[in-house]
């Protein structure tokens, strides 16, 4: 079974709701048994890379909140993140472009490393003091950290257009499956849940999707010749 996860960096319900998947994932019985693939999704994909402003402030421009709001929001955050035993500094952080980290975390899907990019860079964005926004050599540790070349990293970040049409089809993916916020979860391609929802919602998801599995239906006779097995290749009698 397959489970797509379509998210941003910098997107704290993000950050919270993954946490949420996988304590279910942990506690799911066929957790074996299913692929977690993590899908690209900027909040902000106009955004110039050097374009970095304090998260309060690109609250308040962007969604005319007053100072006092966004900072409760961030406050309530906060201890969202903390039930879920995540750190989360609402204060100081900042806010920036992201398609850089979206184009390395393609490059980690190819070596295996994918999932422990993504947790790297969840943590540097919402509980590091540095910022993880223009600045390559910051992203390039992260990408070390979690297992990847260094001379691999450096070379995407070198050139814009590594990975760049994988981050846009993402994008262009989740905008045909309906997904015009994040997280976004699907499953087998048959279920979604959108948003940071509790843990029991996301073990009663990867239940039923697991469940409705449709058993795979032979077409023809198991004994039709032009097939190969452990036992050798069937051989046409005439």
């Known amino acids: 079974m397959r489970v797509e996860i379509w998210s941003d960096i910098a997107c704290p319900w993000c950050y919270v709701g993954k946490a949420r998947f996988d304590k279910a994932l942990r506690e799911f019985p066929h957790r074996d048994e299913v692929e977690v693939v993590h899908r690209s999704f900027e909040l902000d994909p106009g955004r110039a890379k050097g374009d970095v402003q304090p998260v309060i402030t690109m609250l308040t421009r962007k969604y005319g909140m007053s100072p006092a709001q966004a900072e409760a929001g961030e406050d309530n955050l906060g201890a969202q993140a903390a039930a879920e035993g995540l750190d989360y500094r609402t204060r100081g952080r900042d806010h920036g472009s992201t398609f850089d980290m979206h184009r390395l975390l393609h490059l980690a899907r190819e070596h295996g490393r994918q999932e422990r990019l993504l947790d790297l860079l969840y943590r540097a964005n919402f509980a590091d003091e540095r910022s993880v926004f223009d600045d390559d050599e910051r992203l390039v540790e992260l990408a070390v950290a979690a297992g990847l070349e260094e001379e691999a990293a450096r070379a995407?970040?070198?050139?814009?257009?590594?990975?760049?049409?994988?981050?846009?089809?993402?994008?262009?993916?989740?905008?045909?499956?309906?997904?015009?916020?994040?997280?976004?979860?699907?499953?087998?391609?048959?279920?979604?849940?959108?948003?940071?929802?509790?843990?029991?919602?996301?073990t009663r998801a990867l239940a039923q999707a697991y469940g409705d599995r449709a058993p795979l239906e032979i077409v023809d006779g198991a004994d039709a010749d032009g097939a190969c097995g452990p036992d050798g290749c069937a051989v046409p009698q005439r």
């Open 156 to 202: 995407v970040l070198a050139d814009p257009r590594a990975y760049a049409d994988e981050v846009r089809a993402d994008e262009r993916e989740a905008a045909q499956l309906g997904a015009n916020g994040v997280p976004f979860f699907v499953l087998d391609r048959k279920y979604g849940v959108s948003g940071a929802q509790p843990a029991e919602v996301f």
